[in-house]
């Protein structure tokens, strides 16, 4: 059995892989200057003796979480991101590119075996759309994380309280809340509608549209011809440990 963890910017997920099933999802949000709930988030597995692969764009949490796995002799493997350079455009500075995005990319051969063209869309701390052109990553837009921004705009404005965001068909508000959800879930849904139409006529190519992450269901349902995939990273852990 393998333990799959994906380490984020704000939480820390993990799944069960054992004879091709994934299995017993788990996740924290976590801080981190607070260690001890990170290594507790894997003693049970750490004592069942399993094995580990880590996906990871915080390098300061790897570090933390291979220290306890090395203190207790524990088989791991960490994402070598040299793995990725025939399917990565020599044009993409591979150094800065977030592991998660290419690992995102291997799940999609799951789902779509076929398909050569896609735009990745992923709700996360920041979301991002990633661009596979005949299977072959070619760069991407970074954007502010929905979550990330209107947490900031409630921490700076007075008179803004904290809200949930949530579908809605109002195009504007008449109150301060229905303001935020319009420009909240209307207003995002037309920067990432905006942003396919816009790549799609750039590229001259008909992208297949796949959102994951955090708020990704409540969007696809908002968006155009876009599909979802909750665990789409752990499928590209997946195949990134039966083909790497």
């Known amino acids: 059995m393998t333990i799959l963890i994906d380490i984020g910017n704000t939480s820390i997920k993990k799944c069960k892989l054992n004879k091709g099933k994934l299995y017993s999802f788990k996740y924290i949000d976590y801080s981190k200057n607070l260690t001890n709930?990170?290594?507790?988030?894997f003693l049970e597995d750490i004592k069942s003796d399993e094995n580990f692969l880590i996906c990871s764009v915080v390098p300061e949490v790897t570090k933390i979480i291979i220290s306890k796995f090395i203190t207790k002799n524990v088989d791991y493997k960490i994402i070598n991101k040299n793995n990725f350079k025939k399917i990565v455009s020599l044009k993409v500075n591979i150094n800065q590119l977030g592991v998660?995005?290419?690992?995102?990319?291997?799940?999609?051969?799951?789902?779509y075996p076929l398909r050569k063209n896609f735009l990745v869309i992923d709700f996360g701390t920041a979301t991002t759309i990633d661009i596979i052109v005949n299977n072959i990553y070619i760069g991407g837009v970074i954007l502010p994380g929905l979550t990330t921004s209107y947490k900031n705009l409630v921490n700076s404005a007075s008179l803004i309280n904290n809200f949930q965001i949530k579908p809605t068909k109002l195009a504007y508000g008449t109150n301060t809340k229905n303001a935020l959800l319009s420009g909240s879930f209307n207003g995002y849904s037309h920067m990432i509608n905006g942003y396919a139409d816009q790549l799609q006529k750039h590229f001259k190519k008909k992208f297949k549209k796949v959102v994951t992450g955090g708020h990704g269901f409540i969007f696809s349902k908002n968006t155009k011809d876009m599909e979802f995939h909750k665990n789409l990273t752990f499928s590209g852990l997946k195949y990134y440990n039966e083909n790497f």
Request: no cysteine; proline share 6%.
């Open 100 to 111: 998660d995005r290419i690992i995102n990319y291997l799940g999609l051969k799951y789902y």
């Open 37 to 41: 709930p990170i290594i507790n988030f």
